[in-house]
């Protein structure tokens, strides 16, 4: 069964740094990869999709990356900013599991000013 | 504005009841899926729904039910066989296969 894991769970840092997210999973035998973010009492917003065949994504601030073969991927945020708090959420599909998610508990972010 | 709606945003069940959560979307898509989250638990997949009239269990389906008539709605029925059912619920559409999946507001359902 895939197992999806984030550390830390919380995380807090002062405005203008670069910060990484870590996200592992258990079965290598992925689809895609997602990474969300959450406000709080909010849904989720998609950041970045990574393709099993593909070894990052980049939007804007935003990096993800992603090793099939060790069970990782890493969100990377340049300069955050205090609108960068919140919770973010990475998830798998599977191979031979049509478009079921797998997710992580998430890392909640603080920046502070 | 294309998205998804759900309602209501809040919702309260007296015990033995059953009580029934919304979701529409206008992004044309093919797929609808439903997910709990608990505090320190993540989302975890209730039921999905790859085309209408059709939809499968997930990891969590007992005490739950859903129907799919229409390609824009996909509601969630919570039993009064869920014994548990104090959670944030999220609805979210996909254009199908394992395509991003957009996911509306969510509804908190408390337990009176």
């Known amino acids: 069964k895939q197992e999806v894991t984030q550390i830390p769970a919380a995380l807090s840092v002062p405005e203008g740094e670069n910060l990484v997210l870590n996200c592992s999973f258990t079965?290598?035998?992925?689809?895609?990869l997602q990474w969300f973010r959450q406000d709080p009492g909010k849904g989720l917003t998609s950041l970045l999709l990574i393709q099993s065949s593909q070894r990052e994504q980049t939007s804007g601030r935003l990096n993800a990356s992603l090793d099939k073969s060790s069970g990782r991927s890493t969100l990377y945020i340049a300069a955050s900013q205090p609108g960068d708090s919140a919770t973010y959420l990475c998830a798998v599909i599977q191979t031979g599991t049509a478009s079921k998610l797998t997710f992580g508990t998430g890392t909640r972010l603080q920046v502070t000013l | 504005d294309g998205g998804i709606t759900q309602s209501p945003k809040y919702l309260f069940r007296k015990e033995g009841q059953n009580v029934t959560l919304s979701c529409e979307q206008n992004l044309n898509h093919d797929a609808m899926y439903w997910y709990r989250q608990d505090p320190g638990q993540g989302l975890r997949l209730i039921y999905y729904s790859q085309i209408v009239n059709d939809f499968q269990k997930g990891d969590i389906a007992e005490g739950y039910s859903v129907s799919r008539e229409k390609k824009e709605s996909f509601p969630l029925t919570v039993t009064s066989a869920q014994k548990n059912p104090t959670a944030f619920y999220l609805c979210?559409?996909?254009?199908?296969?394992?395509?991003?999946?957009?996911f509306g507001p969510g509804t908190r359902l408390l337990v009176l």
């Open positions: 079965d290598s035998a992925i689809y895609n």
């Open positions: 979210a559409s996909s254009g199908g296969g394992r395509e991003t999946q957009y």
